[in-house]
Nanobody
């Protein structure tokens, strides 16, 4: 059974940094594209960043480009999201997701597995 467990969320002041982790088990992590998504209260879940199976290709939402970095360690079956220069509008529950293909899927609905999420709160 595929399990994705996020960690690293918390409360941080605007301008600060956090690093999220997503520990994966139950599937061939190194053969899967992975992504980070977030959902703020009252809003739909939105794309943040995605990375291909080998980690040499990544894509970001315009709202986080230049501030967030997605990475992966296939030896540790772990996905990361380094978040710098955080803003209050980054406040949300952050989810990691896995797709059974090597490269990121086209839409959020195409991801096959999801974690339970970790709360990130940025105070102004």
């Amino acid at each position: 059974q595929v399990q994705l467990v996020e960690s690293g969320g918390g409360l941080v002041q605007a301008g600060g940094s956090l690093k999220l982790s997503c520990a994966a088990s139950g599937h061939t992590f190194s053969a899967n594209a992975m992504g980070w998504f977030r959902q703020a209260p009252g809003k739909e879940r939105e794309f943040v960043a995605t990375i291909n199976w080998s980690g040499d290709r990544s894509y970001y939402a315009d709202s986080v480009k230049g501030r967030f970095t997605i990475s992966r360690d296939n030896a540790k079956n772990t996905l990361y999201l380094q978040m710098n220069r955080l803003k209050p509008e980054d406040t949300a529950v952050y989810y990691c997701a896995a797709d059974r293909h090597l490269n990121p899927p086209a839409t959020i609905n195409d991801y096959d597995y999801w974690g339970q999420g970790t709360q990130v709160t940025v105070s102004s």
